[in-house]
């Protein structure tokens, strides 16, 4: 079993309020100029959806919304048993290795979240355990979304930039990737707050599209994009994850960031992705369609995103809330695909657990 089922370096939760100011300083930290970035593709990834809470053991999951890389996904489906009340294992086949990180994404009306325990290589296939949990703290049954990536080798064109890291509480990194050829960094400040830095990726205002989740094999733990500052020289954001009582908790957590590339990191193939950015509107740069459809956004409680042209089964989507209080957001119910159009609902909750409308960062990717 790999070690990452085993997660190291976790503190206690300690009741500090967050600290706007501090936001300010991490990211007032001066950090080196980085080369040109260049195109990145994974070298081992899967992706599925849980569409039943309850599954038997064994359970293969929607066919239409899982793929990966290794041979065959069709013949060789991923499998999800449940191993506790809001606790599963993901079984992906034949891509056991080292490195990579994971995302999840709940999909529910109700408010309870779902988050990363681990993952790790188990024969030849991996393992990637989700916890979800009520926004009371308690487990919880839910749809959800996982995804896991990993990437080693010299980038290679064609697209955009891709990066990610897996950080521990202190901010030591236990594995990250960078398609520049740059070094991830990431610096842990006041309880619940870190600053990681992606040198030689994106550009000098916002770019492209973050995800960001929770790893924590204890308790509920919940993460989220607090602030972005763009930089030619590289991004840096600022990551803030709240324990079930919305106080500031330090907890291990995975960030991607792809410019004009699916949210894994491959692109052309796939061909149809897209991802997009609402934060009281939607910047341009973090609005992109890979067919060159014009992307629609309707505010609500959920929202709607549609993304017209990209609708290709087998695929899957994942959401992250953006701001810095102990809100969180995720998809509401499955994403439809009418006439090419992929529709996408996510649905974002304030501290108590009430559906608000909110900022939050989407993405959405077909395998092929």
């Given at each position: 079993m790999h070690d990452r089922f085993e997660a190291s370096g976790f503190r206690p939760a300690r009741s500090v309020p967050l600290v706007l100011a501090l936001l300010a300083a991490l990211l007032a930290v001066v950090v080196p100029a980085a080369a040109p970035a260049h195109a990145a593709v994974p070298d081992r990834w899967g992706f599925a959806y849980l569409d039943n809470p309850t599954p038997p053991p064994g359970y293969v999951p929607d066919t239409t919304r899982q793929w990966g890389s290794w041979a065959s996904?069709?013949?060789n489906p991923v499998k999800v048993d449940q191993v506790g009340l809001g606790a599963y294992v993901v079984h992906f086949p034949l891509i056991g290795g080292p490195g990579g990180i994971a995302h999840a994404?709940?999909?529910?009306?109700?408010?309870?979240?779902?988050?990363?325990?681990?993952?790790?290589?188990v024969g030849t296939g991996l393992d990637v355990k989700v916890a979800c949990y009520k926004p009371?703290?308690?487990?919880?049954?839910?749809?959800?979304?996982?995804?896991?990536?990993s990437s080693t080798g010299t980038p290679a064109p064609p697209g955009g930039d891709y990066g990610y890291l897996y950080s521990t509480v202190s901010g030591a990194l236990v594995t990250q990737y960078n398609s520049s050829g740059g070094a991830n960094l990431s610096s842990h400040g006041s309880t619940g707050?870190?600053?990681?830095?992606?040198?030689g990726l994106g550009s000098s205002t916002e770019l492209g599209n973050v995800e960001v989740t929770a790893v924590d094999p204890s308790q509920g733990a919940r993460c989220k994009v607090a602030t972005w500052a763009p930089a030619a020289t590289g991004q840096t954001f600022v990551v803030a994850c709240f324990n079930a009582g919305n106080v500031p908790y330090d907890t291990q957590w995975t960030l991607s960031y792809s410019v004009k590339r699916a949210v894994h990191g491959p692109a052309f193939p796939p061909k149809s992705f897209g991802y997009l950015w609402f934060n009281g509107g939607v910047p341009?740069?973090?609005n992109f369609n890979s067919v060159g459809g014009v992307n629609g956004f309707a505010a609500g409680v959920p929202a709607t995103v549609?993304?017209?042209?990209?609708?290709?089964?087998?695929?899957?989507a994942q959401v992250t809330a953006y701001g810095t209080g102990p809100g969180w957001c995720q998809l509401a119910l499955p994403w439809s695909r009418v006439s090419g159009t992929v529709k996408l609902n996510p649905l974002c909750f304030n501290p108590g657990g009430a559906p608000v409308s909110a900022p939050f960062l989407t993405a959405y990717t077909s395998a092929f």
């Open positions: 996904p069709a013949a994404t709940a999909v529910n009306r109700t408010g309870t979240w779902c988050q990363i325990q681990g993952w790790g290589t009371t703290g308690t487990p919880d049954n839910s749809p959800f979304t996982v995804l896991f990536t707050i870190w600053k990681a830095w992606l040198p341009g740069g973090t549609t993304l017209p042209g990209v609708a290709v089964p087998s695929d899957t």
